[in-house]
């Protein structure tokens, strides 16, 4: 069973626009939620997080939004720049150790 | 600062064969962890250590798989025989405090195993 599910594989935006990227899970006891950046043959790079006890979190153009009566968490990217392209993945911890990740996102982000 | 490194970078082996995937986390950090991710799905949890010690091996697949630390500092994962299904991209990350729900996990950039 997919605990943390990325239902879109892929994503186009223009450069300058904004990028939303989604994420849902289905165990509520995840209490702590990430956002990884991936480019091809490199490792994940940790981009934002935010505890479940928020339902923001801002760091420059990057925005999480967690709505967990939904199960639902969102990344913005405003603006969107060429070099945001990457696979995106989203994930969840509640033993503050074990990541859950979803499939991940592709994003490309047109000049 | 380096980072977390991992070795080797690409590995071609023949079903049955024994394959050593190796990982060296960031200086000074406990927690090491082994991910996978298998033809493009999502990055699936295999085990975590605390220095030296087992902390939790739930994702790990059965006992082909051995994961060893010894001394705590760098980890071993060896794979014993090798199966088709697992192929992959494996993943090392590493972390620094023990208890910290805030404690980023820095990834290494994988070693991809392909099983023939």
């Known amino acids: 069973d997919q605990q943390v599910k990325q239902n879109s594989p892929s994503l186009s935006v223009q450069e300058g626009r904004i990028s939303i990227l989604n994420c849902d899970y289905t165990n509520s006891m995840f209490d702590y939620f990430l956002w990884y950046k991936k480019y091809p043959a490199e490792g994940p790079t940790f981009l934002i997080s935010i505890s479940s006890i928020k339902d923001k979190n801002e760091d420059g153009r990057f925005t999480v939004f967690l709505n967990k009566s939904a199960k639902h968490l969102s990344l913005h990217i405003v603006p969107s720049q060429p070099g945001d392209s990457a696979v995106y993945f989203c994930?969840?911890?509640?033993?503050?150790?074990?990541?859950?990740f979803g499939a991940g996102t592709i994003l490309r982000v047109k000049s | 600062e380096a980072g977390v490194t991992q070795f080797p970078s690409h590995s071609v082996i023949e079903k049955g064969q024994t394959v050593t995937l190796r990982c060296d986390p960031i200086?000074?950090?406990?927690?090491l962890y082994w991910y996978r991710r298998v033809m493009g799905k999502e990055i699936k949890f295999l085990l975590h250590f605390v220095k030296e010690s087992k902390q939790d091996e739930s994702g790990m697949p059965n006992n082909r798989f051995l994961a060893e630390r010894t001394g705590g500092t760098y980890s071993t994962l060896k794979v014993q025989p090798a199966e088709l299904e697992d192929s992959g991209v494996y993943f090392c990350?590493?972390?620094?405090?023990?208890?910290?729900?805030?404690?980023?996990?820095?990834f290494g950039p994988g070693t991809r195993l392909t099983v023939l």
């Open positions: 994930a969840a911890s509640l033993d503050g150790n074990k990541l859950v």
């Open positions: 990350a590493s972390s620094q405090f023990r208890d910290s729900h805030t404690d980023t996990q820095y």
């Open positions: 200086s000074g950090h406990d927690n």
